[in-house]
């Protein structure tokens, strides 16, 4: 048998390591404690691989991982995955996005309660210097303090919940959530920033991403309260680190609680050298409980990612199919059908794809594009082209990918058309679904048509003369080649469109002695 290797790259919890040892189908290596140089060489046997944040999934890695089908990232942020990269090579990039909410939650608190008792500072005191002085450790509380969460989801909301249970005054700050998730909850809802900035206590809990490094940075702590206090367990650069140094310094921030860095590992840090900064080594993950859990779900994500079943939490798939509605999934079918027999006739560089979702299906022309991309590239560049990679392919040639929709579809009630411009011109190719799962091409070229899309079949454009049929059974008939269905179509100026259903392939010979007749316009052979 031939076995997928899963390659463990960094530490995880043995609960997880075990699943892998006993599953018989898979190849089990585990790198975690190898150099990260010499992980490039293992990692190019790599059906699948598992990574935490110590593991820079980045050009370097992905160009060593030749044979990567899917990469695991077992905890929540995916900021050191190189996303597009995975998705330019069609490499399927998932996380595990639950299984440390309660670690990383629980963590912010403590930060919160030891910024505000200077805890580990009044620890030391005692336990290392073994001095005795409780003047010396006046903190303040968290009842009644006003908190700013930055970002509520998953964490955010539950440290938001905490707080309510010390009876702070919270305030959630999240502008890609309805009002009433946090407002449910009864926690206060800004869309202003500056009400977050006006609070005693901030913290944040957002991805990593262009839109959020440095969201907090000098100009933002100069609105704060004097002796505000600021948590950050989500990602180090999310407060920029030299304004908080400077204003830690200063006296401005009275302390903050950090648990992440922008570069890590950080021993150091400016930050470390404070008096007024609670430091954790990114361990917001960091419970038995946690760890486990998410070793486990890695370990089974990644066996089930091996054998191609499922790719649970997948981050770059152009769609979530628990999100799509049963009547979508024959139209995703359909459409990359088109797309493939669109191109096959084109034969010639392509220049854009449009596609045109109507009706209901028009919420979901961005999955139909991403479908139609594979059906088009399937033609010239093979099957190497999937789901995940062929957006990215098509943007590479230099192919302009366009969506359009509209709620009137002429009598359907759901159609797509897919529009190809080529070097040569333009072809367009329409279908709808009748029932739950009967599909059929309407419309080629503008040409009314019925036929499934399935099997071999000559598409000729003809002048519309008498005696047309009869000449292309014959020329059909002479190579032994039986036709199983013929559909015509007449134009109104004087042309037809025949779709002609074969059980046999038309050689290029059959297509030239086609092309030689009198009334042939255009002629092209295509398969699904
Ligand atoms: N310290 C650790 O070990 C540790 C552990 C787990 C998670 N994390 C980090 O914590 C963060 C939050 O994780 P989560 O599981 O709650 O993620 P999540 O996806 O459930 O929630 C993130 C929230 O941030 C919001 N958001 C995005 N951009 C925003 C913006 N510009 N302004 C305001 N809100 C914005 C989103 O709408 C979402 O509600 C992530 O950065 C994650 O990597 C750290
Ligand atoms: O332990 C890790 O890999 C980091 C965990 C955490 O930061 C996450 O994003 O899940």
């Given at each position: 048998m031939n076995k997928n290797t899963i390659v463990v790259c960094d530490h995880i919890h043995e609960a997880g390591l075990n699943i892998l040892q006993n599953t018989e189908d898979i190849n089990y290596v585990y790198?975690?404690?190898?150099d990260k140089t010499k992980l490039l060489d293992i990692i190019k046997d790599a059906d699948v691989a598992i990574t935490r944040s110590s593991t820079d999934v980045d050009e370097k890695f992905l160009n060593a991982a030749?044979?990567?089908k899917a990469i695991i990232r077992?905890?929540?942020?995916?900021?050191?995955?190189?996303i597009d990269g995975c998705s330019k090579r069609g490499i399927i990039a998932m996380n595990v996005p639950t299984a440390n909410t309660i670690a990383a939650v629980e963590l912010t608190m403590a930060h919160m309660l030891s910024c505000m008792r200077k805890f580990p500072y009044a620890h030391n005191q005692l336990k290392n210097d073994r001095v005795w002085k409780r003047e010396d450790w006046y903190g303040n509380e968290l009842y009644g303090k006003k908190l700013g969460v930055i970002g509520f989801g998953n964490i955010g909301h539950r440290v938001a919940l905490r707080a309510k249970g010390f009876e702070m005054d919270v305030i959630a700050y999240d502008p890609?959530?309805?009002s009433t998730k946090a407002t449910d909850l009864g926690i206060k809802y800004t869309t202003n920033f500056d009400d977050i900035l006006a609070c005693d206590i901030i913290t944040i809990h957002t991805p990593k991403n262009k839109e959020t490094i440095?969201?907090?940075s000098f100009d933002e702590i100069k609105k704060m309260k004097d002796g505000v206090v600021l948590i950050n367990c989500?990602?180090?650069?999310l407060y920029n680190e030299e304004a908080l140094v400077e204003n830690l310094k200063s006296g401005k921030i009275a302390m903050a609680g950090i648990d992440?860095?922008?570069?890590?590992?950080?021993?150091?840090?400016?930050?470390?050298?404070?008096?007024?900064v609670t430091v954790t080594?990114?361990?917001?993950?960091?419970?038995k409980e946690s760890q486990r859990e998410i070793s486990v779900q890695s370990a089974n994500n990644a066996i089930e990612s091996a054998r191609g079943i499922a790719y649970p939490?997948?981050?770059?798939?152009?769609?979530d199919e628990s999100k799509?509605?049963?009547?979508v999934k024959p139209y995703i079918e359909l459409t990359q059908k088109m797309a493939f027999l669109l191109a096959q006739i084109s034969k010639s560089e392509i220049r854009a794809i449009e596609v045109n979702a109507e009706g209901e299906l028009g919420d979901f022309v961005d999955s139909l594009q991403t479908f139609a991309s594979v059906g088009v590239l399937n033609v010239s560049s093979?099957?190497?082209?999937?789901y995940v990679n062929a957006n990215f392919i098509a943007k590479e040639k230099g192919i302009d990918l366009v969506t359009k929709s509209s709620s009137n579809c002429n009598g359907y009630k759901n159609k797509v058309t897919i529009k190809i411009t080529t070097s040569k011109g333009v072809k367009t190719i329409s279908g709808t679904v009748f029932g739950d799962e009967v599909q059929r091409?309407?419309?080629f070229d503008g040409f009314a048509i019925d036929i499934e899309p399935k099997g071999k079949m000559i598409i000729m454009r003809n002048?519309?003369?008498?005696?047309v049929i009869g000449k292309v059974g014959n020329i059909l008939g002479n190579h032994g080649i039986n036709i199983s269905d013929f559909r015509l179509s007449r134009g109104k100026d004087g042309i037809a469109l025949a779709v002609i259903l074969i059980d046999e392939k038309a050689s290029s010979k059959v297509i030239a002695e086609l092309e030689s007749?009198?009334?042939?316009?255009a002629i092209a052979y295509a398969e699904i």
């Open positions: 790198a975690a404690d190898i030749t044979n990567l077992a905890g929540v942020g995916y900021d050191n995955v190189d890609y959530i309805p440095d969201m907090i989500a990602r180090g650069g992440v860095f922008k570069k890590e590992p950080a021993t150091s840090h400016p930050l470390l050298d404070l008096p007024n080594a990114h361990l917001g993950a960091n419970t939490n997948a981050l770059n798939l152009p769609i799509i509605p049963s009547f093979g099957l190497s082209v999937n091409v309407i419309d002048k519309d003369i008498p005696g007749l009198e009334a042939s316009i």
